[in-house]
């Protein structure tokens, strides 16, 4: 029963985090965006105490719960696991920890994130590397689906569907999220959770706070007959049925042991029974205390330090009108990148955010993207090539769950400036073509360009456009309607601090 109960919640909790990467019309995130929220990570760069507060209590109580419910990585890979059972049964075995590599890869994890390294770290994070699997692999067959069902209810005179456009968002993220799905397939395939107990900081965390958790999956000696079909069935292999004893730390309650156990001697019953029950389950020689000494005090020196740090384009259109060809635009070389409104600025962006995708994925402008410069990499940051940051949406700043893109209203966002327009005038068509545009100033919304006489003695003189930086919130409009191939002749150049105009 416990067992049905926990692949229920893990289900509904992995379908719902999958769609919300996968849902490009925003509906989802409205109810279900807590969910991306409640992640451990996210919630740490949020400094959203209260969740990490409870996620804490919550391991304390249950044990590793969160590894196999809520985390969509740990998840995953009891999916995959299975399908591997389903070839080979009672593959698995006892393991000892490997100690060692769990609390040096915490240590690198923690002193990466103090040293304001964020993207570095968020290759081991559990929640943002799923995100940049379903963003990058997963999306474009999904939005392929899309795109048929589109096709054929337009032929029935429908329009419940609508056809979107699917492109690559980057090589570097594309490569960085099928490397990170090749090697969690082969170590769930082989070796179940392996990420999760060797790798993962997450893991690491709540496994060692799950040794003092007060419900445990408990062995009976009295009733069991030394089998092995428990180990043989664990996927995080801490089983060790010859001393009839389960490692705390990496068992996620996933409840596989006390469903395959055919003499009913696995229970999941508070700790204290466990002790009263077995007291020789809980004795331990001088030497394995020796290292539980150890392992707890490398945790406590990471704790300390944490606390101190606190796929190919799809159905191109490339004609107008069927007349003229149209070259793609190129991005702008700006000194300065570009951030969403409520990220406050380049450094608050960088030091919050997970590079999960989520924003990316939920941006209906596609304007954001992730970015493949190192130091930054796989962080979204805004261009303008496919359309421009519209003053009345503020999607990415509802679905951020890190506290990167702070939450801000429509009316916040007509007044942040994030970077200014500049125009380059050897692009510009009116000097190379001698034509008459103005399509810049036209369509800014807020009027922050003025077309004047490019000969200020002849006021019949073709016009060309005039910034006024102070009303300029850098959206990008400009930049994407300017006609100019394959430079705009105006972009916008970001600011490293943003400000309110």
Sequence with gaps: MLRKIRLTAAVLFFSLITLLFLDFTGTLHGWFG?????????????????????????TLVFGRIYCSVICPLGVFQDIISCFSGKVKKNRFRYSPAVSWLRYSLLVLFVAVLVAGVVPLAALLAPYSSYGRIVAHLFAPFYQWGNNLLAYFAERMDSYAFYSVDIWMKGISPFAVAAVTFAVLFVLAWRGGRTYCNTVCPVGTVLGFLSRYSYFKLVIDTSKCNG???????????????????????????????????????????????????????????????????????GFLTVSALLTAGALLKAQEKKVDGGLAAIIDKKVPDRATRLVPAGASGIGHFAQHCTACQLCVSACPNQVLRPSSDLKHLMQPEMSYERGYCRPECV??????????????????????????????????????????????????????????????????????????????????????????RPFSAIYVEGHEAHRVI
């Design 34 to 58: 807590w969910m991306a929220k409640i992640q451990f990570l996210p919630a740490v760069l949020a400094l959203n105490v209260g969740i990490v507060v409870g996620l804490v209590i919550f």
């Design 227 to 297: 089998c092995g079909l428990c180990a043989r069935n664990c996927k995080s292999s801490c089983i060790n049925p010859k001393a009839h004893e389960i490692d705390y730390s990496r068992c996620v309650a996933c409840m596989d042991c006390i469903d395959k156990c055919r003499q009913g001697a696995i229970r999941y019953l508070p700790g204290r029974m466990l002790q009263k029950k077995q007291p020789a389950v809980a004795h331990a020689t001088a030497s394995e205390a020796e290292k539980v000494d150890q392992s707890r005090r």
């Design 395 to 484: 999607k990415c700043a509802e679905v951020c769950p890190a506290g990167a893109i702070r939450p801000i209203t429509t009316v916040d966002k007509s007044s942040i400036q994030i970077g200014h327009a500049v125009w380059i005038a050897q692009n510009c068509v009116v000097k190379t073509d001698g034509v008459s545009c103005g399509n810049c100033a036209r369509h800014c919304p807020t009027g922050a360009i003025q077309m004047v006489p490019q000969d200020a003695e002849d006021a019949s003189s073709l016009q060309i456009p005039v910034v006024n930086t102070e009303r300029c919130i850098g959206c990008g409009a400009c930049e994407n309607l300017c006609p100019a």
